[in-house]
């Protein structure tokens, strides 16, 4: 049974930092990733990471975010640097299997205010 525990969501300042981490178990994962959901928006796929180290990221965090695994851990992290006021969103943690089947974390909150 696959399991995704997320961490390292909470308040921050806006151009400072923030490290979510998701811990995965049970499989294991062709690809790893962090999604967002602000309110009144849709869900977006914020950055992506797959087993081999390729790696996306949506337009408007590139450069700022980044996102790595340790694949002998099962574990993605995601880096959020110089955050800005509209990176306010619930973020999910998100894990595709080697047989295609897709996961999700609980959800952690993130808030860029002063």
């Known amino acids: 049974q696959v399991q995704l525990v997320e961490s390292g969501g909470g308040w921050v300042q806006p151009g400072g930092s923030l490290t979510l981490s998701c811990a995965a178990s049970?499989?294991?994962?062709?690809?790893m990733g962090w999604y967002r959901q602000a309110p009144g928006n849709q869900r977006e796929l914020v950055a992506r990471?797959?087993?081999?180290?390729?790696?996306n990221y949506v337009s408007s965090v590139r450069g700022r975010f980044t996102i790595s695994r340790d694949n002998a851990k099962n574990t993605v992290n995601l880096q959020m640097n110089s955050v800005k006021p509209e990176d306010t969103a619930v973020y999910y943690c998100?894990?595709?299997?080697?047989?295609?089947?897709?996961?999700w974390g609980q959800g952690t909150q993130v808030t860029v205010s002063s």
């Open positions: 998100s894990v595709i299997t080697s047989t295609m089947s897709q996961y």
């Open positions: 049970g499989s294991i994962f062709n690809v």
């Open positions: 990471i797959f087993r081999g180290g390729t790696t």
